[in-house]
């Protein structure tokens, strides 16, 4: 850097508390250490940042300018002497995590507005993927932690933590459809229904379902789609139908349902999560149901 950053300092300090005197006790300085650092600043410059003819030094049109590059400056450097204390951490430079469809927004808002906070610097990725996709994910390395509904089996090398919170599934048509009329719905009747059914990459074929025929998608926001435009009947997460549907969906009375459903966070044992994706699991870990 061309100017030291005492300077720098020193003539911030001396624009915001209002004189050298009142710069020199917040830095711990003396008076003369900061007059005298400013004038430093003002010869390297090439112009003068403050009007010392008055009680106090008053900023010049030049300095007002000035000023607005300095603060820039200083904030930069702060960020990167973070930087290089949490890379002498072992701090990952990025950080991947899949969450599910329905693990409702609101569980995560206020993680990730923490977690920006916490790791400023850091690349974060975050995408969408259910069940076996999220699994698959983690053993490519291709992301580092996964948010999805309890797996009735895992690898080996997936770790997993079950969550606090859960997802609230139930079952929905478009409103115009005539199951809708009923005060209950039957199994059987569903079945000669469309079904619209989550199928992830990873899954494979599914079973057919006796009776109607069957449509697959990897989200549960497609399949939210495809319901609202009357193709079949689906399972989907009560939170996203009220914030992202289009009230065109209505919720089926059938046995058994709704259901709630289990959550987990995932992570590969071969390539576990750094300083950063542990904090964001202590939190998801410790997450209460909003």
């Known amino acids: 850097m061309r100017y030291s950053p005492e300077s720098l300092l020193a003539f911030v300090q001396t624009v915001d508390k209002g004189s050298f005197s009142a710069a020199a006790r917040a830095l711990g300085k003396s008076q003369s250490t900061i007059s005298a650092a400013v004038a430093n600043l003002e010869d390297d410059l090439g112009f003068r940042l403050l009007d010392r003819g008055g009680r106090q030094p008053v900023l010049t049109a030049q300095g007002e300018h000035a000023l607005r590059q300095i603060r820039e400056i200083l904030a930069a ?20 995590m899949a969450i599910s469809d329905f693990w409702q927004a609101d569980h995560h808002e206020q993680l990730l507005r923490k977690f920006a906070a916490r790791y400023p610097d850091i690349d974060f990725d975050c995408m969408i993927a259910e069940d076996a996709d999220v699994i698959d994910l983690l053993q490519k390395g291709r992301i580092h932690i996964g948010v999805i509904r309890v797996q009735p089996h895992y690898p080996a090398d997936i770790a997993t933590s079950r969550l606090q919170v859960e997802a609230q599934m139930a079952i929905f048509i478009r409103h115009d ?14 079945d000669l229904v469309r079904q619209l059914r989550l199928n ?27 319901a609202e435009q009357g193709f079949g009947w689906t399972i989907l997460p009560r939170w996203m139908v009220e914030q992202f549907g289009h009230q065109l969906l209505t919720e089926l009375r ?20 750094g300083p950063a994706g542990r904090w964001i699991l202590d939190r998801l870990i410790a997450q209460h149901p909003a």
């Open 254 to 273: 059938v046995p058994g349902w709704p259901q709630r459903i289990a959550v987990d966070a995932v992570w590969s044992t071969r390539t576990p999560p």
């Open 200 to 226: 992830t990459w990873g899954q494979g074929p599914t079973p057919q379902p006796s009776g109607g025929n069957s449509w697959s998608a990897p989200s549960y926001l497609l399949l939210l789609e495809m």
């Open 177 to 190: 459809h005539p199951l809708t009329r009923q005060a209950e719905v039957s199994q059987s009747e569903l």
């Open 77 to 96: 450097s702060e960020r990167l002497d973070e930087l290089a204390m949490r890379m002498a951490e072992g701090v990952e430079p990025r950080l991947s």
